[in-house]
Every structure is written in C-alpha cells, then in structure tokens.
C-alpha cells in the first residue's frame, strides 16, 4: 500500500496539529502506512501518535531541516507529502523536487491570509509581507497538482493572492467531528466554584489573541448581563491575559468571566455550557464550531473571513454577526439563549465533518 507522509514542522497547540493527529489516527486504524517528519519533536499531540507511525526528526528549525528531509525523501520514497502553514508549504514543493516527481507535494491552506495580513497591519505585527517569499511562492505554487483549502473562503483568497487557478485547488473541510468519542471527566474546582450549582454559561475557546477578538465578546457579554443571569468562560492561554481581565474588571464582569486558561478536555465544558460564542475576526475554518455542534450545544458566531458561514450554511444551524460588533453579538446570544434547539440536528451537522469520511476524502484526492 502507499505510504503518506505528513509534515507539520512541530505537533504544538492548535487546530492544524489537532487536524494531523486526527487524519494520521484514521489512517493508522485502516491499515494506511504513514510516516510523521517532524523538525523538531514537540508538541502536546506527541503522546497521541499511533504506534504504527514512523517519527522522522529534523534539526529544530524548518529551514535547517531541509537537508534531512530530503535524504528522508530520497530513503523512504513516500508516495505523497502533507504540509500545512505556507513557509512548510514551500520547503515541501522544493524538496519533492529533487525526487523527480516520484514524491508528490500536497500543499494544504488553512487561513484566509489577506484578512491576517489586514488584522496584523492594524496592529503593528509583521505579516506575510516579505516580497522575496512572496515572489518565490507565487512561481512555486504554480508546481503542485494538489493544492487543498480548508474551506471555500481561502481557497479563494489563495487564488487572488497568488495568482493560482481556482480550478486547481480543492476544498477540503477539516476533519473534526469523531463519533463515540468517550467523554473524559475533570476534577476541576476552580469550574466548579465559578459555575455553582445551576448557573448558566456562554463559552468562547480559543487563544488569548486579537484574532479571537474576545474583547467584543465582553463586551457584548456585559449587554447580555443587564437582561439575562449567565456567566461567561473563556478557555484558553495566550499573551493577551492581562489586557482582557483588565477589560473585565472595568466592566464590573470579575464575578461573572472566567478566564480558566488551557484546558485539556475544553469538550467537557463546551458540552455543558448554554451556548458557544466564537467572536473571531478572522478564521481559516472554525474547528469549534463543529466540536460544539458535536456535542449538541447551539452556536454564535461572528461570519468572519472565512470558515463560519459555510460550516453553519449560512445562517441555518447558528447565528451569524458582522465582525467587532458586540451589540449585533448581544442580541444574538440572547434570542439564541431564549430559543429551543434539536441538539440532533446540530449534531448531525457536525457529523459532516467526521474524521473518517473527511480522511477519505483527502486519501481519494491525494491518490488519484
């Protein structure tokens, strides 16, 4: 049988190692060999690596493990590589050149990023801006004859950036959802204090960072709070912390926000929460909006650049708000909160997003 390479550069926190984990387990339990070339072994997924997979290690930085990767090309003469993230994208159409073709790179897209590139300006952070890379990427994504995004959005945003036919490129959704997936318990007091015995709660998950936009979601949690008793958590660790809490004290919010930080099973609480808010400024997909429709819990979200609208079609299995508007998301959450929903239906949406049938779509792809 053919065997699969993947190439995530490190298995750290986020939704592309979570993606790799889960498309590499699929492959393992159908007998698809697979090899995982790492360049540096890290990450909170490394525990989670079947044992039939064979580890291939770097030196640390992508760009000091190209040579590696491709004596590892030329030795184990894989049929296909998977990258994600655009500078790995790159190293692997380089490296499966020198192998005439005999390897081929699959290169797999995962952000809308003219809108990061927008976000990062207005906020003084570098972006994809280095013309030299630009240039050399605009020639070597012209090379791949599979190109996969991860939803409609940046598959078009790719194609106007970098001047690829639309044609060329495949949307394939993020494998997510897993069916009886036994559900781990916590032991944890800190929850359980803020939480009581009855109270409701609006999640939002994700890193403390200005994509996530959170702030809006305080804010529009401080309207929901003048007309409706529930309290807001936010999972996840991220560097702005500090700028948030602050928000919540000025909002006289210290009671009624959490900020739990990283947790390693957020489905628990996502599972027992009233609503799930992502109040994003920019995605490539939304995994969380699946993993709550999974588990039954109704969503809002803000329909951002991209991924949101087209896992919650539009509109029809959560409400979809314009970016940074937190009135707009208030009254959202409080007709969502004040609705019944058929938490079957959200989870059979969900199950459109199963791993295995989204990683038979990515080896039928890869393998024609």
């Known amino acids: 049988m053919k065997r699969i390479c993947f190439f995530p550069g490190t298995l750290s926190l986020g939704g592309i190692g979570k993606l790799y984990i889960n498309l590499i387990e699929d492959y393992s339990s159908k007998g698809i060999p697979v090899d995982l070339f790492l360049t540096k072994r890290e990450g909170v997924f490394l525990d989670q690596i079947p044992n039939s997979v064979r580890v291939f290690e770097g030196k640390g930085r992508a760009s000091n493990s190209i040579l590696e990767f ?64 630009m240039t050399l990427a605009r020639i070597l994504y012209k090379i791949p004859s599979k190109i996969i995004a991860v939803s409609e959005g940046v598959a078009d945003d790719f194609s106007y950036r970098m001047g690829v036919n639309r044609n060329k490129i495949e949307v394939i959704y993020n494998p997510v959802y897993k069916a009886l997936c036994p559900e781990l318990e916590v032991n944890d007091s800190v929850y359980e204090k803020f939480i009581g015995e009855s109270n409701r709660y609006i999640i939002g998950v994700g890193r403390l960072t200005h994509q996530k936009d959170f702030f809006t979601l305080i804010k529009s949690f401080s309207l929901v709070k003048k007309k409706l008793n529930v309290s807001l958590l936010i999972l996840g660790e991220g560097p702005l912390r500090d700028e948030l809490q602050d928000l919540i004290n000025q909002l006289g919010l210290s009671q009624s926000v959490l900020l739990l930080g990283y947790v390693s099973n957020p489905l628990y609480y996502i599972k027992r929460a009233s609503l799930l808010v992502v109040s994003s400024k920019y995605e490539g997909f939304g995994n969380v909006l699946v993993e709550a429709l999974g588990v039954g819990t109704p969503v809002v979200s803000t329909d951002c650049p991209s991924g949101p609208s087209e896992i919650l079609e539009r509109g029809r299995y959560g409400k979809l708000v314009p970016v940074e508007d937190a009135v707009a ?12 929903h058929d938490s079957s239906l959200l989870i059979k949406r969900a199950k459109d997003f199963e791993v295995s049938t989204i990683g038979n779509q990515y080896w039928s792809y890869i393998t024609s």
Request: proline fraction near 1%; aromatic fraction near 8%; glycine fraction near 2%.
């Open 329 to 340: 998301m208030s009254n959202a959450i409080l007709e969502t909160l004040g609705n019944k």
């Open 70 to 133: 491709i004596k590892y090309l030329r030795n184990e003469k894989p049929c296909a590589v998977i990258s994600a993230r655009e500078y790995l994208n790159i190293i692997n159409i380089l490296c499966c050149l020198t192998t005439l073709n005999r390897t081929k790179a699959v290169v797999s897209l995962h952000t809308n990023q003219s809108t990061e590139d927008k976000y990062n300006k207005d906020i003084n952070e570098s972006g994809y801006k280095n013309i030299y890379f």
